[in-house]
Protein backbone atom coordinates (compact mmCIF):
# COMPACT_ATOMS: atom_id res chain seq x y z
CA UNK A 1 0.00 0.00 0.00
CA UNK A 2 1.61 3.30 -1.36
CA UNK A 3 4.48 1.83 -1.68
CA UNK A 4 5.61 4.13 -4.70
CA UNK A 5 4.71 7.05 -2.48
CA UNK A 6 6.63 5.95 0.39
CA UNK A 7 9.81 5.36 -2.03
CA UNK A 8 9.59 8.39 -3.57
CA UNK A 9 9.17 10.30 -0.44
CA UNK A 10 12.28 8.50 0.91
CA UNK A 11 14.16 9.67 -1.76
CA UNK A 12 12.95 13.54 -1.87
CA UNK A 13 13.73 13.26 1.95
CA UNK A 14 17.45 11.98 2.10
CA UNK A 15 18.63 14.78 0.03
CA UNK A 16 18.04 17.06 2.65
CA UNK A 17 19.21 14.35 5.13
CA UNK A 18 22.93 15.36 4.96
CA UNK A 19 22.58 18.98 5.19
CA UNK A 20 23.29 20.52 8.87
CA UNK A 21 20.96 23.25 8.90
CA UNK A 22 17.33 24.30 7.63
CA UNK A 23 17.75 27.23 5.14
CA UNK A 24 15.10 28.87 3.17
CA UNK A 25 17.22 27.37 0.28
CA UNK A 26 16.86 23.75 1.33
CA UNK A 27 13.75 24.00 2.40
CA UNK A 28 11.99 24.84 -1.00
CA UNK A 29 14.43 22.47 -2.82
CA UNK A 30 12.51 19.77 -1.21
CA UNK A 31 9.44 20.66 -0.52
CA UNK A 32 9.47 21.33 -4.72
CA UNK A 33 10.54 17.83 -4.79
CA UNK A 34 7.90 16.56 -2.36
CA UNK A 35 5.05 18.21 -4.09
CA UNK A 36 6.20 16.90 -7.35
CA UNK A 37 6.02 13.08 -5.73
CA UNK A 38 2.57 14.43 -4.55
CA UNK A 39 1.47 15.18 -7.96
CA UNK A 40 3.10 12.07 -9.07
CA UNK A 41 1.14 10.25 -6.97
CA UNK A 42 -1.88 11.78 -8.11
CA UNK A 43 -2.95 13.92 -5.29
CA UNK A 44 -5.14 16.85 -5.87
CA UNK A 45 -3.33 19.82 -7.53
CA UNK A 46 -4.89 21.87 -4.70
CA UNK A 47 -4.38 19.85 -1.49
CA UNK A 48 -0.94 19.04 -2.89
CA UNK A 49 -0.52 23.18 -2.91
CA UNK A 50 -1.61 23.63 0.33
CA UNK A 51 0.22 20.92 1.97
CA UNK A 52 3.33 22.50 0.71
CA UNK A 53 2.56 25.66 2.08
CA UNK A 54 2.01 24.38 5.40
CA UNK A 55 4.86 22.59 5.78
CA UNK A 56 7.02 25.70 4.60
CA UNK A 57 5.44 27.49 6.85
CA UNK A 58 5.95 25.26 9.43
CA UNK A 59 9.57 24.60 8.52
CA UNK A 60 10.45 28.13 8.19
CA UNK A 61 9.75 29.13 11.81
CA UNK A 62 11.59 25.96 13.26
CA UNK A 63 14.57 25.77 15.10
CA UNK A 64 17.00 22.97 14.48
CA UNK A 65 17.59 21.37 17.90
CA UNK A 66 21.35 20.05 17.71
CA UNK A 67 20.91 16.54 18.10
CA UNK A 68 18.57 15.99 15.44
CA UNK A 69 18.86 16.99 11.54
CA UNK A 70 16.80 18.97 9.23
CA UNK A 71 15.37 16.14 7.48
CA UNK A 72 14.29 14.34 10.64
CA UNK A 73 12.80 17.64 11.69
CA UNK A 74 11.14 17.85 8.11
CA UNK A 75 10.14 14.41 7.94
CA UNK A 76 8.12 14.97 11.20
CA UNK A 77 6.39 18.38 10.16
CA UNK A 78 5.56 16.45 7.18
CA UNK A 79 4.11 13.40 9.32
CA UNK A 80 2.02 16.29 11.12
CA UNK A 81 0.64 17.60 7.86
CA UNK A 82 -0.11 14.29 6.62
CA UNK A 83 -2.27 13.25 9.61
CA UNK A 84 -3.91 16.79 9.28
CA UNK A 85 -4.74 16.14 6.16
CA UNK A 86 -6.14 12.98 6.92
CA UNK A 87 -8.59 14.31 9.25
CA UNK A 88 -6.37 14.53 12.44
CA UNK A 89 -9.23 12.03 14.33
CA UNK A 90 -10.93 9.27 14.13
CA UNK A 91 -14.44 9.40 13.42
CA UNK A 92 -16.90 6.24 14.87
CA UNK A 93 -19.94 5.47 13.41
CA UNK A 94 -23.07 6.35 14.79
CA UNK A 95 -25.46 3.97 16.68
CA UNK A 96 -29.03 5.15 17.72
CA UNK A 97 -29.33 5.14 21.03
CA UNK A 98 -32.86 3.93 20.44
CA UNK A 99 -34.45 1.59 18.13
CA UNK A 100 -32.83 0.21 15.23
CA UNK A 101 -29.57 1.40 13.41
CA UNK A 102 -29.27 1.58 9.81
CA UNK A 103 -26.49 2.15 7.71
CA UNK A 104 -26.76 2.61 3.97
CA UNK A 105 -24.10 2.28 1.64
CA UNK A 106 -23.47 3.75 -1.81
CA UNK A 107 -20.97 4.12 -4.41
CA UNK A 108 -19.83 3.27 -7.61
CA UNK A 109 -20.41 -0.37 -9.26
CA UNK A 110 -17.55 -2.49 -8.34
CA UNK A 111 -16.11 0.04 -5.48
CA UNK A 112 -16.57 -2.15 -3.20
CA UNK A 113 -20.09 -1.95 -1.34
CA UNK A 114 -21.34 -5.21 -0.93
CA UNK A 115 -17.84 -6.80 0.61
CA UNK A 116 -18.09 -4.04 2.68
CA UNK A 117 -21.40 -4.57 3.90
CA UNK A 118 -20.30 -8.01 4.63
CA UNK A 119 -17.47 -6.63 6.33
CA UNK A 120 -19.29 -4.69 8.47
CA UNK A 121 -22.05 -7.05 9.16
CA UNK A 122 -19.33 -9.12 10.66
CA UNK A 123 -17.75 -6.62 12.48
CA UNK A 124 -20.32 -5.33 14.05
CA UNK A 125 -22.14 -8.97 14.77
CA UNK A 126 -18.75 -9.64 16.62
CA UNK A 127 -19.47 -6.75 18.76
CA UNK A 128 -22.78 -7.89 20.13
CA UNK A 129 -25.41 -6.60 16.92
CA UNK A 130 -27.99 -8.33 16.14
CA UNK A 131 -27.13 -7.52 12.30
CA UNK A 132 -29.53 -8.02 9.18
CA UNK A 133 -27.94 -7.27 5.57
CA UNK A 134 -30.86 -5.82 3.18
CA UNK A 135 -30.11 -6.59 -0.41
CA UNK A 136 -31.32 -3.61 -2.41
CA UNK A 137 -29.04 -3.95 -6.11
CA UNK A 138 -31.81 -5.60 -7.51
CA UNK A 139 -30.62 -5.44 -11.12
CA UNK A 140 -28.13 -7.89 -11.29
CA UNK A 141 -29.48 -11.59 -9.88
CA UNK A 142 -25.64 -12.12 -8.79
CA UNK A 143 -25.35 -9.01 -6.78
CA UNK A 144 -27.90 -10.59 -4.45
CA UNK A 145 -26.37 -14.17 -4.52
CA UNK A 146 -23.33 -12.59 -3.48
CA UNK A 147 -24.64 -11.15 -0.45
CA UNK A 148 -26.31 -13.88 0.67
CA UNK A 149 -23.09 -15.60 0.29
CA UNK A 150 -21.68 -13.22 2.28
CA UNK A 151 -23.99 -13.27 5.23
CA UNK A 152 -23.88 -16.90 4.81
CA UNK A 153 -20.21 -17.04 5.82
CA UNK A 154 -20.77 -15.11 8.79
CA UNK A 155 -24.11 -16.28 9.87
CA UNK A 156 -26.25 -12.99 9.48
CA UNK A 157 -29.28 -12.96 8.13
CA UNK A 158 -30.13 -11.34 3.75
CA UNK A 159 -33.23 -9.61 3.43
CA UNK A 160 -34.25 -10.02 -0.50
CA UNK A 161 -37.38 -10.20 -2.31
CA UNK A 162 -38.15 -12.03 -5.73
CA UNK A 163 -39.36 -8.50 -7.25
CA UNK A 164 -36.97 -5.69 -8.58
CA UNK A 165 -38.02 -2.75 -6.55
CA UNK A 166 -34.90 -1.58 -4.29
CA UNK A 167 -37.44 0.85 -2.76
CA UNK A 168 -39.93 -1.98 -1.93
CA UNK A 169 -37.32 -4.44 -0.89
CA UNK A 170 -36.01 -1.52 1.80
CA UNK A 171 -39.45 -0.78 3.03
CA UNK A 172 -40.07 -4.23 3.54
CA UNK A 173 -36.75 -5.20 5.34
CA UNK A 174 -37.31 -2.55 8.26
CA UNK A 175 -40.72 -3.64 8.96
CA UNK A 176 -38.74 -7.44 8.59
CA UNK A 177 -36.19 -5.78 11.47
CA UNK A 178 -38.89 -4.45 13.32
CA UNK A 179 -40.54 -7.66 13.86
CA UNK A 180 -37.29 -9.87 13.91
CA UNK A 181 -35.69 -7.54 16.37
CA UNK A 182 -33.20 -6.64 14.55
CA UNK A 183 -31.52 -3.71 16.09
CA UNK A 184 -28.77 -2.70 13.17
CA UNK A 185 -29.50 -2.92 9.55
CA UNK A 186 -27.05 -2.48 6.53
CA UNK A 187 -28.51 -1.69 3.40
CA UNK A 188 -26.34 -2.55 -0.33
CA UNK A 189 -27.42 -0.48 -2.91
CA UNK A 190 -26.78 -0.55 -6.90
CA UNK A 191 -24.32 1.13 -8.52
CA UNK A 192 -23.86 1.89 -11.76
CA UNK A 193 -19.99 2.57 -13.66
CA UNK A 194 -20.38 5.29 -14.20
CA UNK A 195 -22.43 8.75 -11.87
CA UNK A 196 -26.05 8.27 -13.49
CA UNK A 197 -28.98 10.67 -12.54
CA UNK A 198 -31.34 7.07 -12.24
CA UNK A 199 -28.74 5.84 -9.96
CA UNK A 200 -28.38 9.14 -7.49
CA UNK A 201 -32.14 9.29 -7.86
CA UNK A 202 -32.74 5.70 -6.22
CA UNK A 203 -30.26 6.16 -3.80
CA UNK A 204 -31.38 9.81 -2.64
CA UNK A 205 -34.77 8.14 -3.09
CA UNK A 206 -34.22 5.28 -0.35
CA UNK A 207 -32.25 7.86 1.74
CA UNK A 208 -35.04 10.10 2.22
CA UNK A 209 -37.23 7.01 2.90
CA UNK A 210 -34.93 5.27 5.54
CA UNK A 211 -33.58 8.37 6.90
CA UNK A 212 -30.14 6.26 7.95
CA UNK A 213 -28.02 6.46 10.50
CA UNK A 214 -25.24 7.54 8.28
CA UNK A 215 -24.78 6.89 4.92
CA UNK A 216 -21.50 5.69 3.95
CA UNK A 217 -19.80 6.21 0.45
CA UNK A 218 -17.57 3.33 -0.71
CA UNK A 219 -14.85 4.48 -2.75
CA UNK A 220 -11.96 2.40 -4.79
CA UNK A 221 -8.56 4.16 -4.35
CA UNK A 222 -7.29 2.65 -7.07
CA UNK A 223 -9.24 5.14 -8.84
CA UNK A 224 -6.61 8.02 -7.88
CA UNK A 225 -8.48 11.34 -8.86
CA UNK A 226 -11.94 9.47 -10.08
CA UNK A 227 -12.37 8.45 -6.89
CA UNK A 228 -12.23 12.13 -5.27
CA UNK A 229 -14.53 13.00 -8.47
CA UNK A 230 -17.28 10.89 -7.83
CA UNK A 231 -17.18 10.79 -4.32
CA UNK A 232 -17.65 15.20 -4.41
CA UNK A 233 -20.37 14.17 -7.09
CA UNK A 234 -22.20 11.75 -4.90
CA UNK A 235 -21.77 14.11 -1.65
CA UNK A 236 -23.65 16.87 -3.63
CA UNK A 237 -26.40 14.52 -4.38
CA UNK A 238 -27.13 12.25 -1.38
CA UNK A 239 -24.89 14.45 1.28
CA UNK A 240 -22.94 10.97 3.18
CA UNK A 241 -21.63 10.86 6.62
CA UNK A 242 -18.68 9.15 5.68
CA UNK A 243 -16.48 7.14 3.47
CA UNK A 244 -14.81 4.01 2.95
CA UNK A 245 -11.47 3.55 1.34
CA UNK A 246 -11.38 0.51 -0.71
CA UNK A 247 -8.53 -1.67 -2.19
CA UNK A 248 -5.71 0.05 -0.68
CA UNK A 249 -3.89 -3.39 -0.75
CA UNK A 250 -4.14 -2.53 -4.50
CA UNK A 251 -3.08 1.08 -4.35
CA UNK A 252 1.04 2.19 -4.74
CA UNK A 253 -0.05 5.62 -5.32
CA UNK A 254 -2.12 6.67 -2.55
CA UNK A 255 -3.55 9.89 -4.41
CA UNK A 256 -6.95 9.42 -3.60
CA UNK A 257 -6.63 8.71 -0.15
CA UNK A 258 -4.24 11.96 -0.13
CA UNK A 259 -6.62 14.09 -1.41
CA UNK A 260 -10.54 12.76 -0.63
CA UNK A 261 -10.78 14.40 3.34
CA UNK A 262 -9.99 17.54 1.90
CA UNK A 263 -11.57 17.82 -0.92
CA UNK A 264 -15.08 16.96 0.02
CA UNK A 265 -14.85 17.43 3.48
CA UNK A 266 -16.21 14.06 4.99
CA UNK A 267 -14.34 12.16 7.34
CA UNK A 268 -12.58 8.43 6.19
CA UNK A 269 -14.19 6.03 8.48
CA UNK A 270 -12.80 2.89 7.39
CA UNK A 271 -10.21 1.17 4.98
CA UNK A 272 -9.99 -2.12 3.53
CA UNK A 273 -7.62 -3.77 2.01
CA UNK A 274 -8.22 -7.02 0.77
CA UNK A 275 -11.34 -9.12 -0.73
CA UNK A 276 -11.39 -11.35 2.66
CA UNK A 277 -14.23 -10.06 5.39
CA UNK A 278 -11.45 -9.40 8.16
CA UNK A 279 -9.85 -7.04 5.84
CA UNK A 280 -11.35 -4.25 7.35
CA UNK A 281 -9.59 -1.53 9.49
CA UNK A 282 -11.39 1.37 11.21
CA UNK A 283 -9.42 4.61 10.12
CA UNK A 284 -6.36 6.20 12.01
CA UNK A 285 -5.27 8.87 10.54
CA UNK A 286 -1.91 9.03 12.54
CA UNK A 287 -1.23 5.49 11.30
CA UNK A 288 -1.82 5.96 7.71
CA UNK A 289 0.29 8.56 7.80
CA UNK A 290 3.47 6.53 9.69
CA UNK A 291 2.50 3.95 7.33
CA UNK A 292 2.79 6.54 3.78
CA UNK A 293 6.49 7.86 5.65
CA UNK A 294 7.38 4.96 6.52
CA UNK A 295 9.63 6.26 9.26
CA UNK A 296 8.09 5.85 12.49
CA UNK A 297 11.66 5.56 14.13
CA UNK A 298 12.12 8.86 13.17
CA UNK A 299 9.05 10.36 14.14
CA UNK A 300 9.92 8.86 17.78
CA UNK A 301 13.20 10.11 17.56
CA UNK A 302 12.50 13.40 17.01
CA UNK A 303 9.42 13.76 19.40
CA UNK A 304 12.29 12.41 22.20
CA UNK A 305 14.89 14.45 20.92
CA UNK A 306 12.48 17.99 21.24
CA UNK A 307 11.51 16.61 25.05
CA UNK A 308 15.01 16.02 25.42
CA UNK A 309 16.01 18.90 24.58
CA UNK A 310 13.37 20.97 26.80
CA UNK A 311 15.31 18.91 29.22
CA UNK A 312 18.45 20.26 28.60
CA UNK A 313 17.37 23.29 28.36
CA UNK A 314 15.51 23.56 31.95
CA UNK A 315 19.03 22.27 32.94
CA UNK A 316 20.51 25.07 32.68
CA UNK A 317 17.62 26.97 33.21
CA UNK A 318 18.44 24.87 36.86
CA UNK A 319 21.52 26.06 36.83
CA UNK A 320 20.72 29.84 36.29
CA UNK A 321 18.15 29.74 39.06
CA UNK A 322 21.72 27.95 41.39
CA UNK A 323 24.09 30.86 40.26
CA UNK A 324 21.31 33.48 41.17
CA UNK A 325 21.55 34.46 37.44
CA UNK A 326 17.66 34.39 36.23
CA UNK A 327 17.06 37.32 34.60
CA UNK A 328 14.85 39.09 32.04
CA UNK A 329 16.31 37.89 29.40
CA UNK A 330 16.12 34.14 30.29
CA UNK A 331 12.44 35.03 31.27
CA UNK A 332 11.63 36.05 27.41
CA UNK A 333 13.50 33.25 26.17
CA UNK A 334 10.77 31.12 28.43
CA UNK A 335 7.99 32.97 27.45
CA UNK A 336 8.71 32.33 23.50
CA UNK A 337 9.40 28.72 24.21
CA UNK A 338 5.96 28.57 26.33
CA UNK A 339 4.11 30.14 23.65
CA UNK A 340 5.84 27.18 21.16
CA UNK A 341 4.64 24.58 23.80
CA UNK A 342 1.24 25.82 24.27
CA UNK A 343 1.20 27.31 28.30
CA UNK A 344 3.04 28.34 31.40
CA UNK A 345 1.93 25.48 33.25
CA UNK A 346 3.96 22.91 30.73
CA UNK A 347 7.08 25.53 31.29
CA UNK A 348 7.21 25.37 35.04
CA UNK A 349 6.56 21.85 34.50
CA UNK A 350 9.68 21.32 32.82
CA UNK A 351 11.36 22.28 35.64
CA UNK A 352 12.41 19.36 37.33
CA UNK A 353 10.58 18.37 40.39
CA UNK A 354 8.24 20.84 40.09
CA UNK A 355 5.58 19.25 37.47
CA UNK A 356 3.42 18.23 40.67
CA UNK A 357 3.98 20.85 43.17
CA UNK A 358 2.00 22.77 40.52
CA UNK A 359 -1.10 21.23 40.17
CA UNK A 360 -2.72 23.56 42.55
CA UNK A 361 -0.71 26.90 40.97
CA UNK A 362 -3.55 29.24 39.13
CA UNK A 363 -1.95 30.37 36.01
CA UNK A 364 -3.40 32.56 33.71
CA UNK A 365 -1.52 32.34 30.46
CA UNK A 366 -3.14 35.44 28.96
CA UNK A 367 -0.85 37.08 31.54
CA UNK A 368 1.81 36.07 29.07
CA UNK A 369 1.16 38.40 26.30
CA UNK A 370 1.21 41.55 29.01
CA UNK A 371 4.23 40.29 30.27
CA UNK A 372 6.14 39.81 27.14
CA UNK A 373 5.29 42.97 26.27
CA UNK A 374 6.79 44.80 29.31
CA UNK A 375 10.13 42.75 29.24
CA UNK A 376 10.03 43.71 25.26
CA UNK A 377 10.10 47.25 26.49
CA UNK A 378 13.32 47.14 28.70
CA UNK A 379 16.69 47.38 27.67
CA UNK A 380 19.20 44.59 27.34
CA UNK A 381 20.70 46.44 30.46
CA UNK A 382 17.90 46.33 32.58
CA UNK A 383 17.03 42.85 31.43
CA UNK A 384 19.93 41.74 32.16
CA UNK A 385 20.76 43.50 35.30
CA UNK A 386 16.80 44.12 36.79
CA UNK A 387 18.48 46.24 39.99
CA UNK A 388 18.59 49.67 37.51
CA UNK A 389 15.15 49.32 37.29
CA UNK A 390 13.78 52.85 39.05
CA UNK A 391 10.95 54.92 39.26
CA UNK A 392 11.40 56.72 35.88
CA UNK A 393 12.52 53.20 34.16
CA UNK A 394 9.76 51.51 34.78
CA UNK A 395 7.13 54.77 33.89
CA UNK A 396 9.03 54.86 30.35
CA UNK A 397 8.85 50.84 30.14
CA UNK A 398 4.75 51.00 30.98
CA UNK A 399 4.51 53.58 28.11
CA UNK A 400 5.92 51.63 25.95
CA UNK A 401 4.59 48.76 26.15
CA UNK A 402 0.87 49.86 26.73
CA UNK A 403 1.02 49.01 30.02
CA UNK A 404 0.34 50.53 33.58
CA UNK A 405 3.05 51.37 36.63
CA UNK A 406 1.25 49.03 38.67
CA UNK A 407 1.70 46.47 36.11
CA UNK A 408 5.65 46.47 35.54
CA UNK A 409 6.03 47.06 39.55
CA UNK A 410 3.82 43.83 40.04
CA UNK A 411 6.46 41.65 37.84
CA UNK A 412 9.11 42.90 38.79
CA UNK A 413 8.34 41.97 42.11
CA UNK A 414 6.86 38.99 40.72
CA UNK A 415 10.23 37.89 39.23
CA UNK A 416 12.42 38.81 42.11
CA UNK A 417 9.71 36.36 44.54
CA UNK A 418 9.91 34.06 41.99
CA UNK A 419 13.88 34.51 41.27
CA UNK A 420 14.45 33.73 45.46
CA UNK A 421 11.94 31.08 45.42
CA UNK A 422 13.94 29.21 42.56
CA UNK A 423 16.85 29.71 44.32
CA UNK A 424 16.28 28.72 47.53
CA UNK A 425 14.59 25.63 45.47
CA UNK A 426 17.33 24.00 43.27
CA UNK A 427 19.14 24.66 46.60
CA UNK A 428 16.86 21.48 47.75
CA UNK A 429 13.38 22.23 49.13
CA UNK A 430 10.60 24.61 49.70
CA UNK A 431 8.52 23.22 46.23
CA UNK A 432 5.70 23.68 48.26
CA UNK A 433 5.51 27.70 48.21
CA UNK A 434 4.67 27.14 44.43
CA UNK A 435 2.10 26.06 44.62
CA UNK A 436 0.53 29.79 45.96
CA UNK A 437 2.29 31.04 43.40
CA UNK A 438 0.09 33.61 41.06
CA UNK A 439 0.56 35.58 38.08
CA UNK A 440 -2.22 37.82 36.93
N1 LIG B 1 -8.10 -6.25 -3.48
C1 LIG B 1 -9.27 -5.85 -2.99
N2 LIG B 1 -10.40 -6.20 -3.59
C2 LIG B 1 -11.58 -5.79 -3.08
C3 LIG B 1 -11.63 -4.98 -1.92
N3 LIG B 1 -12.94 -4.70 -1.66
C4 LIG B 1 -13.65 -5.33 -2.63
N4 LIG B 1 -12.83 -5.99 -3.47
C5 LIG B 1 -13.18 -6.73 -4.69
O1 LIG B 1 -13.71 -5.83 -5.63
C6 LIG B 1 -14.69 -6.45 -6.41
C7 LIG B 1 -15.99 -5.63 -6.38
O2 LIG B 1 -16.50 -5.67 -5.08
P1 LIG B 1 -18.04 -5.59 -4.75
O3 LIG B 1 -18.18 -5.62 -3.28
O4 LIG B 1 -18.79 -6.63 -5.52
O5 LIG B 1 -18.38 -4.16 -5.32
P2 LIG B 1 -19.79 -3.44 -5.51
O6 LIG B 1 -20.13 -3.54 -6.96
O7 LIG B 1 -19.57 -2.03 -5.13
O8 LIG B 1 -20.77 -4.11 -4.64
C8 LIG B 1 -14.86 -7.84 -5.85
O9 LIG B 1 -14.12 -8.74 -6.64
C9 LIG B 1 -14.27 -7.74 -4.46
O10 LIG B 1 -13.77 -8.97 -4.02
C10 LIG B 1 -10.39 -4.62 -1.30
O11 LIG B 1 -10.32 -3.89 -0.31
N5 LIG B 1 -9.25 -5.08 -1.89
MG1 LIG C 1 -22.53 -4.90 -5.07
Given at each position: MFEDLSLKLDKALKKITGQGKLTEKNISDTLREIRRVLLDADVNYKVAKEFIENVSQKA???EVIASISPGQLITKIIYDE???LLGSSTSDLKINAQ???SYLIVGLQGSGKTTFCGKLAKRLTESGSKVLLVAADVYRPAAVEQLKTLGGQISVEVFALEEKNARKTVEDSLSFAREKSFNTIIIDTAGRLHVDETMMDEVADIKKFVNPSETLFVVDAMTGQDAVNSAKIFNERVNYDGIVLTKLDGDARGGAALSIRQVVGKPIKFISNGE????????YPDRLASRILGKGDVISLVEKAQSTFDEKESGKLEERFRMNQFDFEDF??????IKKMGSLSSLLGMIPGLGNQLK???IDDRALIKVEAIINSMTIDERQSPKVLNGNRRKRIARGSGTSIQDVNRLIKQFNEMKLMMSRLSKGGLGKSLGNFKFN
Open positions: LGKLIEGATKLDALDKFLKQIKANAT
